[in-house]
């Protein structure tokens, strides 16, 4: 099992910045694939950002520019840094992990096995 902890969200201008941190605990050697995603009230959970063992990232089109992936490997914690943020940016933020199989780390939150509880982003305009 692994359990992932969300933190960093809050309410923020729009032009603002803000820094999410994702923390791992448990069997994350399990793990290869890590990502954000993000869900608006009335909204499907979409894709941000994914980043696997060997760094190679993905970002949707909707962030890029404006948003970066990292990871800090020696601990276990995930980061997503979010610039020049958006009210349409509004959203619950999630950290994920899967184990790659034959695929890739792809942005589908339905390939995504262990998810964290969430850190609600607010933007005003």
């Known amino acids: 099992q692994v359990q992932l902890v969300e933190s960093g969200g809050g309410s923020v201008q729009s032009g603002g910045s803000l820094r999410l941190s994702c923390a791992a605990f448990?069997?994350?050697?399990?793990?290869?694939?890590m990502g954000w995603f993000r869900q608006a009230p009335g909204k499907e959970r979409e894709g941000v950002a994914t980043i696997d063992w060997m760094g190679n990232i993905r970002y949707a089109n909707f962030v890029k520019g404006r948003f970066s992936i990292s990871q800090e490997n020696a601990k276990n914690t995930l980061y997503l840094e979010m610039d020049s943020l958006k009210p349409e940016d509004t959203a619950m933020y999630y950290c994920a992990a899967r184990q790659i199989g034959d695929d890739n780390c792809f942005l589908f939150p339905s390939l995504f096995r262990y998810w964290g509880q969430g850190t609600q982003v607010t933007v005003s305009s």
């Open positions: 448990g069997y994350t050697y399990s793990t290869d694939c």
